[in-house]
């Protein structure tokens, strides 16, 4: 397989600036590092790119899933970012060629610790029921902002992606979460299909910390913080 992708999902005029800001960044980095996008406009995206791929359904975070399906036809190993990052010079993009199998999260927290950043979660009860009832374990979210995801094994691959989209679809009734952002904190979907699938999670290590410490991820808005986890 090829060296390291980059995923993104670019829906609206917002998340596409974003998204064209942060590629031309990247091609500056490195003009053959490959990019693939999913996006409701694929007219908007700056040229050069490896990529985009046009998403037709209505926008919902799990809409990730989508560019990682196609990076994963091709790739072994992808970086997803979220349009609304900072890129900080000094960044080695080419370590991650070497990384482990297994996604490499920027932080992984469990229900206690998302009730300590953002108080009740009685806004999506019936959300973390309803994965309650797909994942009997303790629930975590991993930071989906930013993750490293490599996976060698094709039927990984296939039972990943498949986990995920069956997991969004039966909570779709159910995602009524923070901000009225649909599809928000599907990091509990991605963990829970990452264990179905038998992929490992960690925290990052060496050469990937080293990464991801070169990454701001300031949210829409400016409303969040480095490293915030939705």
Not at 54 to 77: C, H, M, Q, S, W
Not at 79 to 91: K, S, Y
Not at 168 to 193: C, H, K, S, V
Request: glycine share 6%; with cysteine; aromatic share 10%.
């Amino acid at each position: 397989m090829k060296s390291t992708v980059f995923c993104f999902l670019a829906y609206g005029e917002e998340h596409i600036n974003e998204f064209n800001i942060v590629a031309k960044s990247l091609l500056q980095i490195n003009p053959e590092y490959r990019i693939i996008v999913g996006t409701d406009s694929p007219e908007q995206i700056i040229k050069g790119i490896y990529r985009a791929i046009e998403i037709k359904e209505p926008f919902n975070y799990n809409l990730k899933r989508i560019v990682i399906e196609g990076a994963l036809k091709e790739f072994d190993t992808l970086m997803f970012l979220d349009t609304d990052i900072f890129i900080r010079n000094g960044i080695d993009f080419l370590t991650l060629d070497k990384v482990g199998a297994g996604m490499h999260a920027a932080e992984i927290v469990n229900l206690d610790k998302l009730k300590d950043i953002y108080g009740s979660l009685d806004y999506m009860k019936d959300y973390l029921n309803e994965l309650s009832t797909i994942h009997l374990d303790e629930l975590h979210l991993v930071h989906e902002g930013y993750f490293v995801l490599k996976i060698v094994d094709s039927k990984q691959k296939e039972s990943f992606i498949k986990h995920w989209r069956d997991i969004d679809i039966q909570t779709r009734p159910y995602q009524r979460l923070a901000y009225d952002l649909p599809g928000a904190m599907e990091g509990i979907i991605i963990w829970i299909a990452l264990h179905k699938a038998g992929i490992e999670v960690r925290l990052p290590e060496a050469e990937v910390k080293k990464v991801f410490n070169r990454i701001s991820h300031f949210g829409k808005r400016n409303c969040k913080l480095e490293k915030t986890i939705i």
